[in-house]
Antibody, heavy 121, light 111 residues
Framework: QVQLVESGGGVVQPGGSLRLSCAASGFTFSTYGIHWVRQAPGKGLEWVALIRYDGNNKYYAESVKGRFTISRDNSKNTLYLQMNSLSADDTALYYC??????????????WGQGTLVTVSS | QSALTQPASVSGSPGQSTTISCTGTSSDVGGYNYVSWYQQHPGKAPKLMIYDVSNRPSGVSNRFSGSKSGNTASLTISGLQAEDEADYYCSSYTSSSTRYVFGTGTKVTVL
């Protein structure tokens, strides 16, 4: 069965950095795009970033562009999100979610349970 | 890119139907058939309910249906059940610099 397990969250000071990971299993990782989606406490969902199946195309929300970098290692079935210059506005539960289409992108069919990032001094 | 607009809350009695709207623009909802809907129970990850406007993944009850007219998409829940009480979010591909956008979210209450 498809499984996505996020890790790497924690408490970080404003201006600091953090790297999140998402370990995937139960499907052919190298044929699917993967997204990061976040949810601030008590708030709605916000799309953060997408990396296409081969890692050659990446897309970012305006709110994180230039500060966050999405990457993947298809040999390790793992997705990453490098987050720099963090601010309180980045405090959220970060989910990784598989795209529903092989070799494309369209919707989010499987989600992990999320990893919490708290930016606070 | 602003979030898609959803009503903050809707409610209905068990067995009734309720519809949630999701309003965007011609750059997102109105321009593409890449609208999806997600159900989220408290403390849980979102779950895909509808994709590509009106397609239901296997395992999702046929009480859930989706449609679109112009710049507004809709999710209808028929035969409301207590387990349907949750937050619901729409999402759409967008031609703006942000590739995807979510709706503001709707809390469904079963009276």
């Amino acid at each position: 069965q498809v499984q996505l397990v996020e890790s790497g969250g924690g408490v970080v000071q404003p201006g600091g950095s953090l790297r999140l990971s998402c370990a995937a299993s139960g499907f052919t990782f190298s044929t699917y795009g993967i997204h990061w989606v976040r949810q601030a406490p008590g708030k709605g969902l916000e799309w953060v970033a997408l990396i296409r199946y081969d890692g050659n195309n990446k897309y970012y929300a305006e709110s994180v562009k230039g500060r966050f970098t999405i990457s993947r290692d298809n040999s390790k079935n793992t997705l990453y999100l490098q987050m720099n210059s963090l601010s309180a506005d980045d405090t959220a539960l970060y989910y990784c979610a598989r795209d529903g289409y092989t070799y494309g992108d369209d919707y989010f069919d499987y989600w992990g349970q999320g990893t919490l990032v708290t930016v606070s001094s | 890119q602003s979030a898609l607009t959803q009503p903050a809350s809707v409610s209905g009695s068990p067995g009734q139907s309720t519809t949630i709207s999701c309003t965007g623009t011609s750059s997102d909802v109105g321009g593409y058939n890449y609208v999806s809907w997600y159900q989220q129970h408290p403390g849980k990850a979102p779950k895909l309910m509808i994709y590509d406007v009106s397609n239901r993944p296997s395992g999702v009850s046929n009480r859930f249906s989706g449609s679109k007219s112009g710049n507004t998409a809709s999710l209808t829940i028929s035969g409301l059940q207590a387990e349907d009480e949750a937050d619901y979010y729409c999402s759409s591909y967008t031609s703006s610099s942000t590739r995807y956008v979510f709706g503001t979210g709707t809390k469904v209450t079963v009276l």
